[in-house]
């Protein structure tokens, strides 16, 4: 079990520096005006896209294999909480997936602004993900 979980930490930090960095790369995209600039940061988005993939779906796959380990973990609350959380991470993974398809097509969808904004998001998720798995609070009605 030990080299599940570590195997799992080593593949949600690979997940999570792709998803912190990918919409950075979407500020400096979304401010870029010079041809050339615009096409190094849609094969650099490409690139980190495939790479923060893999590592979501080898951190997802180890996180099944504790939950198969395990099963009983299931019915505890913190668990239920982090997999709603994860679920959420999944879809801004998802979001991201879709935002770099409209820049590669030249369609920007929002704003450099925007988009400083739209990178906070994982690391609120990551806060609350990582406080649950660590800590185990005892939730009440889940």
């Given at each position: 079990?030990?080299?599940?979980?570590?195997?799992?930490?080593?593949?949600?930090?690979?997940w999570f520096a792709g998803l912190f960095y990918l919409p950075r790369l979407f500020v400096y995209h979304a401010g870029a005006a010079d041809?050339?600039?615009?096409?190094?940061?849609?094969?650099?988005?490409?690139?980190?896209?495939?790479?923060?993939?893999?590592?979501?779906?080898?951190?997802?796959?180890?996180?099944?294999?504790?939950?198969?380990?395990?099963?009983?973990?299931?019915?505890?609350?913190?668990?239920?909480?982090?997999?709603?959380?994860v679920a959420l991470v999944i879809l801004y993974h998802v979001w991201c997936y879709r935002?770099?398809?409209?820049?590669?097509?030249?369609?920007?969808?929002?704003?450099?602004?925007?988009?400083?904004?739209?990178?906070?998001?994982?690391?609120?998720?990551?806060?609350?993900?990582?406080?649950?798995?660590?800590?185990?609070?005892?939730?009440?009605?889940?």
């Amino acid at each position: 079990m030990l080299w599940l979980k570590a195997l799992h930490v080593v593949f949600v930090v690979t997940w999570f520096a792709g998803l912190f960095y990918l919409p950075r790369l979407f500020v400096y995209h979304a401010g870029a005006a010079d041809p050339a600039g615009i096409e190094r940061f849609i094969l650099m988005e490409q690139r980190l896209l495939a790479l923060m993939t893999i590592g979501g779906l080898l951190a997802l796959a180890f996180g099944m294999a504790m939950i198969a380990a395990s099963p009983e973990y299931l019915h505890a609350p913190w668990l239920q909480l982090k997999l709603l959380l994860v679920a959420l991470v999944i879809l801004y993974h998802v979001w991201c997936y879709r935002l770099a398809a409209a820049f590669a097509l030249h369609r920007p969808t929002h704003s450099a602004r925007w988009f400083r904004w739209f990178n906070e998001v994982p690391s609120l998720l990551l806060v609350a993900i990582v406080i649950l798995a660590v800590v185990k609070p005892a939730l009440r009605g889940l």
